[in-house]
């Protein structure tokens, strides 16, 4: 913690963190108007004081818009990287601490999961299934589990040998219990660390799906498809595509901030300077 | 071969709803800004000929014979190559166009054709049947890839007497026909008789009949088309026509305002919103509009309950309000319509009104029905399951945001609504096609016959045929085939009125709006009529013409 704190930058990413996600959690308490409340009297009207930051091609607020999308685009993060986690960890596990041919195999599937370009395969799972919410989370996460796999195996082969782990195993401990107990717990450092970076790309790849139209489905707000909404007025509606713009670069540079200030304080070898 | 017709030509037209046509001047002589730095463009001036007049279009023709290569890109340009026998003037009626005259026989069945003497194609050969023949030939050809085919295949024997003389004998009565040989372009035999028609070096390199001539194609940038100065119809005014592929309509915006091009479309906001802000192009620039021959519409799958109970339709058609999506969606510029044809024309039926907004109508139709909110959630159940059903839409912004007001709408009167946007060519093939879905927001684009048999006639639910919302009405079905069988205008209106008199009752659609075509034009181009006739702004292109004052530097612009 203390490391955390001598780099600014890293407090930096923690406080826009913070504070997204705290926008998000009181939006509805402190939103001006329903986010999907049209008023085709109000399209296209420049921020102003009655409208923070100025109204879409249907009336509705973007402010308004903008909060309810934080929640989207953050729930989207959390869910998709906590199922990717949870692939990783199990995988890696397995294939960490059997090794042999189960480990073979299971790196293989990584490797060609690794080599099909992520986004257009979710593209193609997207426009299969039908676009909502809950499957661009859930696609999201089944093809971003590779990294965390290969992170918690590498961990696994280098504590698996350890005077602990054997001390533990030579006590009569279970696989079950060897994993666990033992040897995820010293692994959590790089999983938590890839974690946070990977949220930082699910809210691009949302964002991304949102602005081709197959990610959050009206009228839903998301970051991405308020983005896509100004693209039409982009030559003078500029408020459109100008605040959720800023949004999804703060949130995924927050993230960014915070992944590599958490990779720096925990790595030892970067302890010297 | 009896083939359902004119369908054919409604499919590559539906993509394009909301496309522009030029039309109706307004706006356009406001004399307001006189602090003018550059010329000023409202001056008159007499005809002359001369000039260049460059335009931009979104997608590049694949060629341009128009029944091959099917997109609007190609016959825009094509129309201005070729000729076709008849065509429509201004006022929307059937004239001459390479024919000078035509007899319909008195059993109805045979038409004939008398050309105009001397004509010639660009090349200085003669124009004669044998080229109408030939023509009729291709288009018919089962090894002909184009769409176009079944309208022709109805004529059962075709005859050239002489050079000037071309007879169609059809089996039956068939109303539309002259409609059908005013979209028919003429091709030369000469040139296209020892080739493969669909991948023939013509396309790109034609010879035609008409005002102008291709002279130059550079990939990817711009056709141009020069005067024809063995053109059919009289010389036109403006030299060349300079077509530039800009495929952004942002960008299409950007050189407008720099005047690097004369004309576009433009959408509602680019009309309503950035123009009037501008003094700079309202200076120079003028704007136009025109109803076009497309309307929007949410179409229910009948064949799904509970769309095939007609209260719950008229239920919906009364919970949406149409005056909210043409403020909204096209900012006004838009009108109701409460039938399948252009509201003004002769087939429109004037006394047909479109469901007002009415949601407590709405509501006492559905408790008829038998939906009631039991559970008290907002939604309204009938038998344990609650109204919801999901309106699909193809990715066209106009038609997402009309899908969200509808949506709002409906929930208010208890149904539950989930908009699904799908990317064009899945919708068709994943839903469309096989049926599968509850309700669809889309736009059908009209020729001006009013034959519309493949769009609402029961015997056309064929996966790929154009009923597939399995509209099935007897009564609509005989009115359907009188109108095809019927010559006379008086009696074929009548019964068109009484068709769209059904279709407004059965609500098998819900009629949303029909969008104005919206088009700017430089003030440099004169003589466009203002007002516009019925067949809008374009019909006189030929009159044209740029006054030499106000030349742009062409050379440098290419």
Redesign the interface.
Known sequence: MKMLRQNPLTLLGLAIIVSILLLALIAPLIVPYDP?A?D??A??LAPSKLHMMGTD???RDVFSRMLYGARISLMVGFVAVGIATFIGILLGAIAGFYRGWVDTLIMRIVDVMLSIPTFFLILAVI?FL??SIWNIMVVIGLTSWMGITRLVRAEFLSLRNREFVLAAQALGAKDFRLIFCHLLPNSLTPIIVSSVLGIASAVLVESGLSFL?LGV???QASWGNILT?GK?????AWWLSLFPGLAILLTVLGYNLLGDGLRDAYNPRSHQH | MMMPTKTTRLIQLWLVSFSVTLISACGSTDEGDKQTSGPDFNMAYPPSAGGTMVDAMTGEPSGLIAMIAGESAASAIAGNIFNSLLKYDKNLDLSGELAQSWDVSSDQRTITFHLKPNLKWADHQPLTSADVMFTWLKVTDENTRTPYGSDFKLVSKAETPDAQTFKVTYAAPYAPALDTWAGLHILPKHLLKDQDINNSAFARNPVGSHYYKLTEWKNGQYLKLSRNKNASQGQAKIDHLLSRIIPDKAAQFLELSADNIDSMGLNPIQYARIFPSRADLTKNIGLYKELGNSYSYMGFNLKRKPFDDVRVRQAINYAIDKQEIIDGVLLGLGEPVASPYKPGTRWSNPSLKPYPYNPSKARALLREAGYADTDGDGILDKDGKPFSFEILTNQNKEREMTAVLIQRRLKEVGIEVNIRVLEWASFLGRFIKPKQFDAVILGWSLSLDPDQYGIWHSSQQAPGQFNFISYNNPQADKLLEAGRLELNPEKRMQIYHAFSKILLDDSPVIYLSAGYGLSAIHKRVKGISNPAPAAGIGHNTYEWHIPKAYYRNEMNDQ
């Open positions: 999907n049209i085709v009297k399209i296209l091609g249907l009336g426009a039908s676009p139209g489905q009206a009228p909404d039409e007025y982009i030559q003078f």
